[in-house]
């Protein structure tokens, strides 16, 4: 099964700074991977789908890269309304099968 | 509008069972892949299983399988998980998602959850 190791696991950043949030996969998945934001007590959004396509309606500081095994996410601007924890998901096609990274929680320094 | 709002969480003994529904509405049910995901608390996203449209495929985390049987009844506009052998890693806000590409690949649509407690 592939693993999604996604870092750091948490991070503190002020308004306006640039984040970066990184998922490596431990094999090649092209470009099959998405990233969400959840926020406590909600479920989670999708933001970003085939690594680097923006969901409908998804503000444009939000952005994706990479493929094959290594994947980035970044917050061109953080806002405070940003706070959140974001995941990444890889999918398969044989089988059909999908794996969330661990997680990163963003927080306002 | 899509909505999905799952239903069936509560508290059961280890080794129980529980039936969780998801009612779909505003979209072709019958028309998408359907999944659940969990997600113990405090901790990350687990995706639990998915089933094609007219269920001839469905797949598992490892850890379910066996234990977990996921369906659907498209003239309910329904999915459903079946959980057996419970045990205490199984509490988790259980939810419902889909992709309304039509595919497997990502969920765009996602239920409010259901919480699942299993302890004596």
């Known amino acids: 099964d592939i693993q999604m190791t996604q870092s750091p696991s948490s991070l503190s950043a002020s308004v306006g700074d640039r984040v970066t949030i990184t998922c490596q996969a431990s094999?090649?998945?092209?470009?099959?991977l998405n990233w969400y934001q959840q926020k406590p007590g909600k479920a989670p959004k999708l933001l970003i789908y085939?690594?680097?396509n923006l969901e409908t309606g998804v503000p444009s500081r939000f952005s994706g890269s990479g493929s094959g095994t290594d994947f980035t996410f970044t917050i061109s601007s953080l806002q405070p309304e940003d706070i959140a924890t974001y995941y990444c998901?890889?999918?398969?096609?044989?089988?059909?099968?999908?794996?969330f990274g661990g997680g990163t929680k963003v927080e306002i320094k | 509008e899509v909505q999905l709002v799952e239903s069936g969480g509560g508290l059961v003994q280890p080794g129980g069972s529980l039936r969780l529904s998801c009612a779909a509405s505003?979209?072709?049910?019958?028309?998408?892949?359907m999944s659940w995901v969990r997600q113990a608390p405090g901790k990350g996203l687990e995706w639990v299983a998915n089933?094609?449209?007219?269920?001839?495929?469905?797949y598992y985390v490892d850890s379910v399988k066996g234990r977990f049987t996921i369906s659907r009844d498209n003239a309910k506009n329904s999915l459903y998980l079946q959980m057996n052998s419970l045990r205490a890693e199984d509490t988790a806000v259980y939810y419902c998602?889909?992709?309304?590409?039509?595919?497997?690949?990502?969920?765009?649509?996602w239920g409010q959850g259901t919480l699942v407690t299993v302890s004596s």
């Open positions: 998602a889909t992709d309304s590409s039509g595919y497997y690949y990502e969920f765009d649509y």
């Open positions: 505003g979209f072709t049910f019958s028309s998408y892949w």
């Open positions: 089933i094609k449209q007219d269920g001839s495929e469905k």
């Open positions: 094999q090649d998945i092209s470009n099959y």
């Open positions: 085939d690594a680097s």
């Open positions: 998901q890889q999918y398969d096609n044989l089988p059909p099968k999908l794996t």
